[in-house]
């Protein structure tokens, strides 16, 4: 998992077009596509609209000059956690509908209706075309990029300055977390190794985790220390300088949310 946080900020260090535009300009669209698939109602239009989405997503991707491996992976990182609450509504009859034919029975009474399946699927689609837009985003546009853009967007003061900190030392901690790696790895410890007593490895495992505890205490009394002597306090923030944004990406920008919004009326209008 940290392996893939130094990932993510790698490939956002990448340049083509869309590394380049404004943070605030992929966030909006970003956000835009995600509103816009969400916000159709549950039928079988949001199949018509995920498939127009999905497809203006690949040629962003295509744009960014990224692997499609790298977005696989990362899909695949996130997909188990949205499967299962998909995959159990199959067995649920949910609000949408009024009648429910089954498709199949399972032991202990179980039964699998057709408006669940199709209900499950369309939950599907939205899950993948939001994620693939989060992806997008945060593998074409560095943390820092991401909440400038926000605090120009007007996101209040009192989030970004714990959003700065949090995104600054989220790799000291894997850092920290990277050096006691390699020290058990020096000492020849692998905690799935099956030859070692399963009490020894959980033992370990406990020294580990309190040793990463107690430096992160200690790694956060230094940064307090070290805030309050550079003058923070109830009235700090992060600065924020303006940025204007340019007339190729404001085009883009108007562009690409006229597509998304009037995708989204054209299916949402049509019969």
């Known amino acids: 998992m940290i392996d893939d946080l130094y990932a993510i900020e790698k490939s956002a260090y990448r340049d083509s077009v869309i590394h380049r535009l404004d943070a605030r300009v992929k966030l909006v669209i970003a956000l835009a596509g995600i509103v816009a698939i969400v916000a159709m109602p549950y039928s079988t239009r949001v199949y018509?609209?995920?498939?127009?989405?999905?497809?203006?997503?690949?040629?962003l991707w295509i744009c960014s000059r990224l692997s499609p491996l790298v977005y696989l992976r990362r899909l695949l990182l996130?997909?188990?956690?949205?499967?299962?609450?998909?995959?159990?509504?199959?067995?649920?009859?949910?609000?949408y509908y009024d009648?429910?034919?089954?498709?199949?029975?399972?032991?202990?009474?179980?039964e699998i209706y057709a408006e669940s399946v199709e209900f499950a699927s369309i939950l599907l689609v939205k899950f993948i075309?939001?994620?693939s837009f989060i992806i997008l985003l945060s593998s074409t546009t560095k943390m820092q990029?991401?909440?400038?853009?926000?605090?120009?967007?007007?996101?209040?003061?009192?989030?970004?300055?714990?959003?700065?900190?949090m995104i600054r030392y989220i790799f000291v901690f894997a850092e920290i977390f990277g050096k006691i790696r390699s020290a058990m790895d020096t000492r020849c410890f692998d905690?799935?190794?099956?030859?070692?007593?399963?009490?020894?490895?959980?033992?370990?495992?406990?020294?580990?985790?309190?040793?990463?505890?107690?430096?992160?205490?200690?790694?956060?009394?230094r940064t307090y220390m070290s805030m309050l002597c550079r003058g923070y306090g109830e009235g700090g923030h992060l600065h924020i300088r303006s940025k204007p944004i340019g007339a190729k990406e404001a085009s883009f920008f108007a562009g690409a949310l006229a597509?998304?919004?009037?995708?989204?009326?054209?299916?949402y209008l049509h019969p």
């Open 48 to 59: 018509e609209l995920g498939a127009i989405l999905f497809a203006f997503f690949i040629v």
């Open 145 to 165: 990029d991401l909440l400038e853009a926000s605090g120009r967007l007007g996101l209040p003061r009192e989030f970004i300055l714990p959003l700065g900190m």
């Open 78 to 95: 996130i997909l188990p956690f949205g499967i299962f609450l998909i995959g159990f509504q199959i067995f649920v009859k949910n609000r």
């Open 191 to 221: 905690p799935f190794d099956r030859n070692l007593p399963y009490r020894y490895r959980l033992r370990q495992l406990g020294y580990t985790v309190g040793m990463l505890f107690i430096r992160s205490y200690e790694q956060g009394e």
């Open 129 to 131: 075309v939001s994620i």
């Open 99 to 110: 009648v429910f034919h089954p498709i199949a029975t399972l032991p202990f009474g179980i």
């Open 259 to 267: 597509f998304i919004v009037l995708s989204t009326v054209l299916i």
